[in-house]
């Protein structure tokens, strides 16, 4: 780590998920015009009027197109059925100039996502979400990892934070980031020494973990969790989990605390979040070389 990057206050290397995550679109864009700008597709899938997800969906989108991609939106009212969201998706996979899908997560309740899923060629899995998608990761196999571990690891590369040898808490063992989370610093390139903790590890023994860790992530959404005497000098704290405290983001990481003894930290929101879409434009554009669209 040098002194070329952002500090925060108390010293702490700052990781910009925002820069990144342009950095990211400017290179897709310029990958894509050097060959020639042939079509790159993602499509979306979006049931329900949920506000946040109408949000993201059309960020998504923004940056895709920012990118030089084609962007595709189907957006389905809260009335849907399963067979008609299931419809969709299916009509989705079938099409040759459609070569990334993402179902916009989570669904209304009375549809069950998990057939939904199902649906996805592993190859248009973008999201990284379905058992297929999972079981590559697990066995090292061609396909995509999760948008939001993998761009946990993207930032890691970035600010030169080094992860081989290292030992590493990931903090939730959901499917979504958790797990996949430890998977990836476990393979190869990762080379981390992982342990994972979740919201039934006893305080006591998280706090140990957490202490003697390089590297800490978190991804449980507990608001403010991890706490300045959790870290030790000079380690580096990714905080994924977020909580709305009086209308406001708040992450898994009591920030102003630990970026005082921190070496690296991501800000909360400007962090992890950002770098999950630059990650789901990424997987669209290797999906697209997985389906023989795009040249290698």
Do not use: W
Request: overall charge neutral; aromatic content about 4%.
């Amino acid at each position: 780590m040098t002194d070329k990057f952002k500090r925060s206050p108390g010293g702490a290397i700052l990781m910009d998920g925002n820069t990144l995550r342009d950095e990211t679109v400017a290179r897709l864009r310029k990958v894509i015009e050097d060959a020639g700008s042939p079509r790159v597709c993602l499509a979306t899938v979006l049931v329900g009027g949920d506000a946040p997800s109408h949000i993201y969906v059309a960020s998504k989108h923004k940056k895709a197109q920012e990118a030089g991609m084609v962007s595709v939106g189907v957006h389905l009212e809260d009335s849907a059925t399963q067979e008609q969201v299931e419809a969709e998706v299916r009509k989705l996979a079938l099409d040759p100039n459609v070569h990334g899908i993402l179902v916009q997560l989570p669904l209304p309740k009375h549809i069950d996502a998990e057939p939904v899923l199902a649906l996805l060629p592993p190859e248009k899995d973008v999201d990284g979400l379905t058992e297929r998608s999972m079981g590559r990761l697990m066995r090292g196999l061609p396909g995509h990892a999760p948008c939001t571990p993998l761009g946990v690891m993207r930032l890691l590369e970035r600010y030169e934070i080094p992860t081989k040898g290292k030992k590493v808490v990931v903090i939730g063992r959901s499917f979504l980031t958790g797990l996949p989370q430890v998977i990836l610093f476990i393979s190869k390139g990762g080379d981390a020494t992982t342990t994972c903790a979740h919201s039934m590890t006893p305080p006591e023994d998280l706090k140990e973990m957490c202490f003697g860790a390089d590297i800490i992530v978190s991804c449980v959404g507990i608001a403010r969790m991890i706490k300045a005497d959790f870290v030790k000098p000079g380690a580096t704290v990714v905080d994924v989990g977020v909580t709305r405290v009086d209308g406001k983001i708040v992450g898994d990481v009591d920030f102003d605390a630990v970026q005082a003894v921190a070496g690296a930290i991501t800000p909360m929101p400007g962090g992890t979040g950002p770098m999950t879409i630059g990650c789901l434009l990424e997987n669209t554009l290797s999906a697209a070389k997985m389906l023989g669209a795009f040249p290698n």
